[in-house]
């Protein structure tokens, strides 16, 4: 009887365990069977669209590589447009004071500042200065380093506020920051 109990159960056990891995089995290929067919080839299809971006991104780069000469030959020909650092200084101060002359305003404090550019033959010079005059004569002046053929950058312009005891009323101080290059000898 005690055989019979053994028997039984471990019949019972088997068939339990055959029964779980029967379910397991079908579970498994329910859930391959529920994943759709898309999604494969929707990753083919992205897969495919990220190739062709590097690939675009290749070619955009071989184009960019063969422009380099063309840009830097450009950059050595601005560059070349530049003053001289020799007469520079006199050039700036010169073309300065016509553009006041002619727009009727009075440039004074003008300080320079020079600093080497890393890697190019270059000397990048800070002018600080201050305009006087009327608001039409200050635009003129602006105008004029804005058209001039040497190149202005203007970084900043600050009114100056302490404007008591001018001698005309009506006319502005102007704090002017900008920046010039010079070519290196």
């Not at 000397?123 to 201050?130: A, D, F, Y």
């Not at 005059?133 to 190149?151: A, C, M």
């Not at 001698?167 to 290059?181: E, K, M, Q």
């Amino acid at each position: 009887m005690m055989r019979d109990f053994v028997v039984q159960k471990r019949l019972i056990l088997g068939g339990l365990a055959l029964l779980l891995l029967a379910d397991g089995a079908l579970a498994y290929f329910s859930m391959k069977m529920s994943v759709p067919r898309d999604t494969r080839e929707q990753m083919l299809t992205a897969q495919s669209r990220q190739v062709a971006l590097v690939k675009a991104d290749i070619e955009r780069a071989k184009k960019i590589q063969q422009a380099m000469p063309d840009v830097l030959r450009k950059f050595d020909d601005f560059e070349a447009t530049l003053l001289p650092a020799k007469k520079g200084y006199s050039v700036i101060s010169q073309e300065m004071d016509e553009y006041a002359k002619d727009a009727h305003v009075l440039v004074e404090d003008v300080k320079f500042r020079e600093k080497d550019v890393a890697g190019r033959n270059l000397s990048e010079v800070e002018i600080e200065s201050t305009v006087s005059g009327d608001y039409s004569g200050i635009v003129v002046f602006l105008n004029h380093l804005q058209r001039s053929k040497d190149v202005y950058i203007i970084d900043e312009l600050a009114v100056d506020l302490q404007t008591q005891g001018q001698a005309v009323p009506g006319s502005l101080r102007v704090n002017l920051h900008l920046r010039t290059y010079f070519r290196k000898a």
